[in-house]
């Protein structure tokens, strides 16, 4: 059986610097019907856990450490069992959520995680946050951004620890240089494609 992938939707908040908004997110998972990995945890552990289905989960993927991606991570790392994998420039925000705690296993750029036959590459794109990662499925023709890219353009800068200088160059260095038919799997909204980003994209300036 070949890998399939589920998309989630949970609702919660957002908080940083103060300011607190009401935001739905994206959970993917990856696998077929014996394992898979998920991708980001947010807000509503028990839906993500009912979601697994019993599955053997390899590990919880954080695209980045904003709360609204963590928050569920750690309740769901214990009820299944599993290391939570975040590239570490992004600890300053994990430990906003969890203070004296620390994710098992540290992100690298090209790090391959494999599951059901399939391989996941994380590609570093800090910008939307130093530690933002995305994740490759190439078998598939599909990338995970988190809040990196999104249908419609990069993420959002404003908060703390964001640079949009660094978010450009991180998705026109190591996203647009993807297939333009590749598939962009979203932190929050709808998908859209690599080709699709190429053409927003070029209506930014330099």
Partial sequence: MGVT??????????????????????????????????????????????????RKVLAILLTHAHNDHIGAAREVAEAVDAPIHLHPDDLMLWEQVYPGDRPEQDLADGDVIEVAGASLR?????????????FLLEEEGTVF??????????????????????ILTSIRERLLTLPPATVVRTGHGDNTT?????????????
């Fill in 5 to 54: 992938i589920e998309n989630l939707v949970t609702s919660g908040t957002f908080s940083l610097d103060g300011g607190t908004w009401d935001v739905d997110n994206n959970v993917w998972i990856v696998g077929n019907d014996d394992e898979c990995v998920i991708i980001d945890s947010p807000h509503d552990a028990a839906a993500i856990i009912s979601q697994v289905r019993g």
């Fill in 194 to 206: 690599i080709g699709a980003e190429q053409e927003t994209l070029a209506k930014v300036s330099q």
């Fill in 122 to 134: 994380a590609i570093h794109t800090p910008g939307h946050s130093p530690g933002s990662t995305c």
């Fill in 145 to 166: 951004t988190g809040d990196t890219l999104f249908n419609g353009g990069p993420g959002a800068t404003g908060r703390s620890y964001s640079d949009y200088p660094t």
